[in-house]
């Protein structure tokens, strides 16, 4: 029977060590190399019987990793980190060892990178060898076994494994923690320093740039690393993957397009790069390009590179849900988020979006609450928070509440969507007894200042004015402000001090969870006292749905009163109310003060070819046997579809589109001021 042994370098890994030391206890020798511990991590090491050396640090990884490969006794060698646990188990290392000729082995190496099923990255790599003196690590970071090995024996030898491992060290507060940021970037550069050429480096240089933000310069790292790599090399892949990621997020679409169209053709198999490519697509516009990208991705099912969850699961069938959905093709969206959550039950995106398809073919909320929950099972109150907060973001209030335990309402995250639910509901009383209950039970709340804003919002809806009880649960320092604000909505009298900074803001933010709650009434009542925040708040009623309400205050208001948000909000209202010059106008007056507004340049252009439409319309009414007045029409149609496709205009989602609808839709131009 051949012996394993496990290799784990430490410093001060307390936190972590003792539960990888859990999943390899019955290794027939632990080897830890020290470097330079001030925590409890060597004493933790040695009560699991492991033999504890000390390296003193060199800024190389390699050197106590070689250290440890001196040292073993057993015949087969696997290495871990301390923030890693080997989720196998040892049996099955055994059996995968026992009668076979490869010299090493890859593992599954499954990287958390958040919280959620979703937020992981998977990848095979090299982690299990045979003890041979002639192996040995490379890399003063990012240290590697496999070179030293395929230099000795053919790639044959080297056979996959289903053992897998899980890694917490990407953890965002992992991360922050330990500062390995900020240790890597310094050895990295170092490296460079002495071996400038080398594309391993500058890559995982950009991958730490990317960590702390700098994504100009995370790109530039990869670029150079994409200009060294050999073609063969085994992490040009995920490089390509990586690099494409940042171009997505610095809005660099067509240099997405021009590297993966390229790069799909020698990984043509990688589904991550199918997924990026598809929303590179989806993004420009060209939403059939876009669904066939997901689709092959959806085809591709392997391990052999670092994929990201859901890249050929979940996230390609919620995008291609999202497309249909978007074509008005409803039954095929439908059946798409319902893939997505046949991979991801709590899926939230597919969740929401199951939603809103089933409302609009019609479904009664109940039976989209049956389905929901069938989907979900929820069991801990995680799974029922998710359920409720899906039921609130599309409206269903009633529902919502029906399906909240009430057990779950000390929690302040199901507290306020109940709360908010009810009060959208217009169940004011009820919900203001709750709220001024629960600030009572809950003094200290993080909460506290929004849901004494939230009580204060039920009264006042009632036409009512805050009583004592409110007033004992208001902290010291607002007091004065909530007496000034209820003084003047009982009656009618400006406060004095109309120009006091707190009270404005006050008002202003009081405006803002009215909004939230549906109850925008009261933003008419204390527009007196929201001072400079008047347009902010304009703008968030639009950005809520209550489109016309916020029209006739943008229209009401002057051109100079206007920020550009102010002027593109109101451009599009005019745009969907088919007065395109005038929109057109409003557009470009961004567009002389800010000239890299894109989506003004879009909105312009777009104007400018529902006119030309127009006018080619009634042409071709005057001589409908002109070819080429047919064909200049076509092309322009056709333009604009594929402009009103790249995302320019505001998207509401499906409760905020029904609070549209629901709003008187006309509005005097005439009362604008210039």
């Not at 892949?237 to 679409?253: A, F, G, N, P």
């Not at 059939?288 to 959806?298: D, T």
């Not at 009623?541 to 109101?570: K, M, N, P, R």
Request: aromatic letters at 10%.
């Amino acid at each position: 029977m051949s012996t394993v042994g496990i290799h784990i370098i430490i410093k001060d890994e307390s936190e972590w060590l003792r539960q990888c030391l859990d999943s390899i206890k019955d290794a027939d020798e632990i080897i830890v190399i020290d470097t330079g511990s001030q925590d409890s991590s060597i004493r933790i090491a040695k009560s699991y019987g492991a033999r504890v050396f000390y390296s003193r640090w060199e800024d190389d990884f390699s050197t106590p990793r070689n250290q440890a490969l001196q040292i073993a006794t057993t015949d087969w060698i696997f290495y871990l980190d301390a923030d890693e646990i080997l989720l196998s188990g040892l049996t099955a290392i055994k059996e995968q060892i026992n009668n076979s000729d490869s010299v090493a082995f890859t593992v599954i190496l499954e990287n958390l990178i958040g919280t959620g099923p979703q937020d992981h990255l998977v990848h095979r790599t090299i982690r299990l060898f045979r003890n041979n003196p002639k192996y040995r690590f490379q890399g003063i970071i990012h240290e590697d076994i496999g070179h030293s090995i395929v230099k000795l024996h053919p790639s044959s030898y080297i056979e996959d494994s289903e053992i897998r491992i899980r890694h917490f060290g990407y953890l965002p507060e992992h991360i922050q923690k330990k500062d390995k940021i900020a240790r890597n970037e310094r050895l990295l550069k170092k490296a460079l320093q002495t071996d400038p050429a080398n594309p391993y480096y500058s890559y995982n240089l950009g991958i730490t740039f990317c960590q702390v933000g700098k994504l100009i310069e995370a790109k530039n790292a990869m670029i150079q690393a994409l200009m060294l790599v050999r073609d063969d090399a085994p992490y040009r892949s995920t490089l390509v993957k990586d690099l494409s990621k940042i171009l997505l997020e610095l809005r660099e679409i067509k240099e997405v397009e021009l590297l993966l169209l390229k790069e799909t053709e020698r990984y043509e198999d990688y589904p991550d790069l199918r997924y990026i490519l598809g929303q590179s697509f989806q993004i420009q516009g060209l939403w059939e390009q876009a669904y066939e990208q997901f689709q092959l991705a959806s085809t591709f099912q392997n391990n052999k590179y670092v994929t990201e969850a859901g890249a050929s699961s979940f996230l390609v069938y919620y995008k291609m849900g999202e497309i249909a959905q978007n074509l008005g093709r409803l039954e095929e969206s439908a059946r798409l988020f319902n893939q997505a959550l046949q991979h991801h039950p709590t899926y939230a995106p597919a969740l929401l979006g199951i939603s809103e398809v089933f409302y609009e073919l019609n479904v009664p909320w109940h039976e989209i609450v049956t389905l929901l929950k069938e989907k979900v099972r929820p069991s801990v109150p995680s799974e029922h928070y998710l359920l409720l907060e899906t039921l609130v973001q599309v409206g269903a209030f009633e529902e919502a509440i029906a399906i909240t335990p009430i057990s779950c309402l000390t929690d302040s995250l199901f507290f306020k969507n109940y709360c908010l639910a009810m009060i959208h509901l217009g169940r004011l009383n009820e919900a203001y007894h709750l709220l001024q209950n629960y600030i009572k039970e809950h003094p200290t709340t993080l909460e506290l200042e929004i849901l004494l804003q939230w009580s204060a919002i039920c009264k006042w809806q009632l036409n009512e004015s805050l009583q004592t009880d409110f007033f004992a649960s208001l902290p010291e320092n607002l007091i004065t402000l909530y007496q000034t604000i209820n003084e003047f909505l009982s009656t009618g009298h400006s406060p004095t001090d109309l120009d006091n900074n707190s009270l404005s803001e006050l008002t202003a933010s009081i405006t803002r969870q009215s909004i939230v709650l549906g109850q925008i009434q009261l933003m008419d009542k204390l527009s007196e006292l929201t001072g400079q925040f008047k347009l902010e708040l304009i703008k968030m009623l639009y950005d809520h749905g209550y489109i016309f309400t916020a029209a006739e205050h943008l229209i009401s208001l002057s051109s100079v009163q206007l920020d550009d948000e102010g002027l593109f909000d109101l451009g599009e209202i005019l745009f969907d109310k088919g007065h395109y010059l005038m929109a057109a106008e409003m557009f470009e007056s961004i567009l002389l003060e800010e000239g890299t507004y894109e989506r003004a340049k879009t909105a312009a252009a777009i104007c400018y070819l529902h006119l030309a439409e127009t006018s080619l319309s009634d042409a071709l009414s005057r001589a409908p046997d002109v070819p080429s007045l047919k064909e200049d029409l076509q092309q322009i149609r056709s333009s604009i579809r594929l402009l009103n496709r790249t995302g320019w205009h505001t998207r509401w989602s499906g409760r905020q589109r029904r609070i549209s609808n629901g709003q008187k839709h006309d509005f005097a131009m005439h009362d604008r001021k210039e």
